[in-house]
């Protein structure tokens, strides 16, 4: 199948900091990939739609300056957490379909500790 | 409202014995039924999807789910359960395209020798 890879796969930062999360489909092109964010023990949340050469979508209560998206190529989306806080630690994870494809491929996710 | 329901948050079966993990769904239009399976710290892998046909369908590692429309489930099903499949599983609902997929909340499944 299809492979989406996510970096770094944890990351610890300090409050106030900005950290940058990649996500790359290796084996296919992706005009579009979505972000989600896993609290601990709950669900997956979309956050936002991932446009390649365009704006970024987000869902409603997802504040976009804070969570900023970029899609500069057909391989690549990155999701910056801006002035990061303790109550952005999550479990952030994208997915992306190959064309023509019938299933969405999952990065490993990547673990935000805010300390 | 679109949604998915898993009612069980947590399930444990003895090694060998049968599961069956709900889901229910609410959606407007034509669903895309999806179940993955998540290990701790992990990506999502998918063990099924419906989108059409027989509502009988067949995944990988042994499990099937069953759509049934009138119940608005579909349930995810193992004859015998392997200690590997201890694991969190979400069943999640989409659009044609596959992705901005709605999730349950997710059953954690814990599997005793």
């Known amino acids: 199948g299809a492979v989406v890879s996510q970096h770094p796969s944890r990351v610890i930062c300090k409050s106030g900091t900005s950290v940058k999360i990649e996500c790359r489909s290796l084996d296919f092109q992706a005009t579009t990939m979505f972000w989600y964010r896993q609290f601990p023990k709950q669900s997956l949340m979309l956050m936002a739609t991932?446009?390649?050469?365009?704006?970024?979508?987000?869902e409603q209560g997802v504040e976009k300056d804070k969570f900023l998206i970029n899609h500069a190529s057909l391989t690549l989306s990155t999701l910056t957490v801006t002035s990061a806080h303790p109550e952005d630690s999550s479990f952030y994870i994208c997915?992306?379909?190959?064309?023509?494809?019938?299933?969405?491929?999952f990065g490993q996710g990547t673990r935000l500790t805010v300390v | 409202a679109q949604s998915v329901t898993q009612p069980d948050i947590h399930i444990t079966v003895s090694e060998g014995a049968s599961l069956e993990l709900r889901c229910n769904y609410s959606?407007?239009?034509?669903?895309?039924l999806f179940w993955y399976v998540q290990s701790p710290g992990q990506g999502l892998q998918l063990l099924l999807k419906?989108?059409?046909?027989?509502?009988l369908v067949q995944g990988i590692k042994g499990f099937e789910a069953e759509f049934k429309r009138s119940q608005s489930s579909f349930n995810l099903r193992k004859p015998s359960v392997h200690w590997s499949d201890a694991a969190e599983y979400f069943c999640?609902?989409?659009?044609?395209?596959?992705?901005?997929?709605?999730f349950g909340a997710g059953t954690r499944l814990a599997v005793h020798p």
């Open positions: 999640a609902v989409g659009a044609k395209g596959y992705n901005k997929l709605i």
């Open positions: 991932s446009n390649e050469g365009s704006k970024a979508t987000y």
């Open positions: 419906y989108f059409s046909g027989d509502t």
């Open positions: 997915s992306a379909t190959p064309p023509g494809g019938t299933e969405a491929f």
């Open positions: 959606y407007g239009a034509t669903p895309y």
